[in-house]
C-alpha cells in the first residue's frame, strides 16, 4: 500500500542552525501538507502547497520556514536558524485532489522528530 | 470561528466493548468534513475515517464508524468490539479553506483495559 515517507525520523540540532525536513508524498497525490506537533499539544497546519507553490500558509509559518518540491517526488521543509520553540514533530502529509469522494483524505508520514538544543 | 473540540482527555473502555469518542465542531462553511486519526505511542498519525458534510450516510470503516449529526456539528468516533491495540490517542480533524488544511481537536487518550 503507497504511503508518505518521511526522513529523518530524528533530527537533533543547534539552535541557529539550518534544518531540513524531507518528505517522499504517494505518488498520485497533488495537494502537500506540513504540520507540526509539539509534545502533548495538539497537531497545527503549517503550510499547503499545490500546483508548485504555497497555497496557505498558518502565522506560525514565518520567514524562518520554507517549502520546496525540488523534483518529482520530494517535498521538503527548511527551517533557516532554528530556535527552541521549534522542537517538535513534524509530519508531512498528502491528499490526492479537492473534489470528489476518496480525495480529501490526507495520509501522514510517520513524522521527524525535531530537538533544538 | 473554525474550532474542533474533544472534550474527553481520556477514555477507558474494556476489551470487545464498544466506546464512542466525542467531537464537535464549529464552522461557517458550508462545505467541509471530518476526519479521525489514530496516533499510537510510536507517534504516527493514521488515518481512520472521513465524512464530508453532504455525505448522507454515516461513514463505516471495518470496526470503526463515524457518527455525524451535522444540526448538533458533532462527529463522534464509534469503535467497536475494542481490541488492545486501539489503544491510542485518538484526534478529531476538520478539513477547511480552499486547500483543505486540517484543524485539530485536542485529542482523546483511549485505554483498552483486558
Known amino acids: 500500500e503507497p504511503e508518505v515517507t518521511q526522513t529523518p525520523s530524528h533530527q537533533v540540532t543547534q539552535m541557529g542552525q539550518e534544518v531540513i525536513l524531507r518528505c517522499v508524498p504517494i505518488?498520485?497525490?497533488?495537494?502537500f501538507y506540513w504540520y507540526r506537533q509539539i509534545l502533548g499539544q495538539k497537531v497545527e497546519f503549517l503550510v499547503s502547497f499545490y500546483n508548485n507553490e504555497i497555497s496557505e500558509k498558518s502565522e506560525i509559518f514565518d520567514d524562518q520556514f520554507s517549502v520546496e518540491r525540488p523534483d518529482g517526488s520530494n517535498f521538503t521543509l527548511k527551517i533557516r536558524s532554528t530556535k527552541l520553540e521549534d522542537s517538535a514533530m513534524y509530519f508531512c502529509a498528502s491528499s490526492v485532489g479537492l473534489a470528489g469522494r476518496g480525495t480529501y483524505e490526507q495520509y501522514f508520514g510517520p513524522g521527524t522528530r525535531l530537538t533544538v538544543t | 470561528a473554525q474550532k474542533i473540540t474533544q472534550t474527553q482527555p481520556g477514555m477507558f473502555v474494556q476489551e470487545k466493548e464498544a466506546v464512542t469518542l466525542d467531537c464537535t465542531y464549529d464552522t461557517s462553511d458550508q462545505s467541509y468534513g471530518l476526519f479521525w486519526y489514530k496516533q499510537p505511542s510510536s507517534g504516527e498519525m493514521i488515518f481512520l475515517i472521513y465524512q464530508g458534510s453532504y455525505d448522507e450516510q454515516n461513514a463505516t470503516e471495518g470496526r470503526y464508524s463515524l457518527n455525524f449529526q451535522k444540526a448538533r456539528k458533532s462527529a463522534n468516533l464509534v469503535i467497536s468490539a475494542s481490541q488492545l491495540g486501539d489503544s491510542a490517542m485518538y484526534f478529531c480533524a476538520m478539513r477547511v479553506g480552499g486547500y483543505n488544511k486540517l484543524i485539530f481537536g485536542a485529542g482523546t487518550r483511549l485505554a483498552v483495559h483486558p
Open positions: 505518488s498520485n497525490h497533488l495537494y
